[in-house]
């Protein structure tokens, strides 16, 4: 072994262990009989038991998920739509300008992207009455905001990656411009098109800043009842449920996976 790779191997290893460790010490943690998060006290699952009687993290994380999914299908939709325009368009009047406003939420600072929202949402309901003050509804549109610029990105740079030679042969074959969208385009990109909703969806899930600026009373996301919680100490119940979320994620990652090298298998 080179001087060179060993260094790499270690500093790796170095890199594994400060990402991980944290992680396998919540997880740890998380089955221990005391209710000090920091002294071990045996194991037990009581706090998994304290945690699905809890109806306020229950609540929170019901409206989590249903704002994490809805806005990572419509961050799919508008950010496929987006990334395929200006990819596949060509140059067209305004181009430059499209690109600057999908591309302007990766790159601004959430404090001001919430506070914006928030004003706009005020002015809206001042001038037309919707939204009817701040609630999931709101969430969602912020999310979607911002999430489907990242999908946009990932799908762009995917159609850049693609060979253009079989949309040109089924053109050739008599294919229609939607006919080939859908049946030659679409499957092709489906590796990223996957990826971008789960990086949607994990982006909605895991957003405070956002969120706490957007939402109203009664409609508190999971991150925003996690803060108000650790701000007074954390709780054991805590370490049990972002166990669950760990093993969740770290199920869906698997899944994504086995399904995009089961598409690459077959193409």
Known sequence: MTRNSKFLSISSLFGF?????????????????????????????KWYAELFNNQQIIDAAIVSLKVAFITATLSVILGVLAGYVLSRMGKFPGKLIVSGWISAPLIMPEVITGLSLLLLFVSLENLIGWPAGRGITTIIIAHTTFCMAYVAVIVQSRLS???????????????????????????IISPAIISGWLLAFTMSLDDLVIASFVSGPGNSTLPMVIFSKIRLGVSPEVNALATIMILIVAIGVVAAMWQMRKKETTL
């Open 161 to 187: 990656q693609m060979d253009d030679s079989l949309e040109e042969a089924a053109m050739d074959l008599g294919a229609k411009p939607h006919s080939l969208f859908f049946l030659i385009t679409l499957p």
């Open 17 to 45: 262990i400060f990402l991980y460790a944290p992680i396998l010490s919540l997880i740890i943690y998380s089955f221990n009989k005391s209710k000090l998060v920091t002294v071990w006290g045996g194991w037990s699952v």
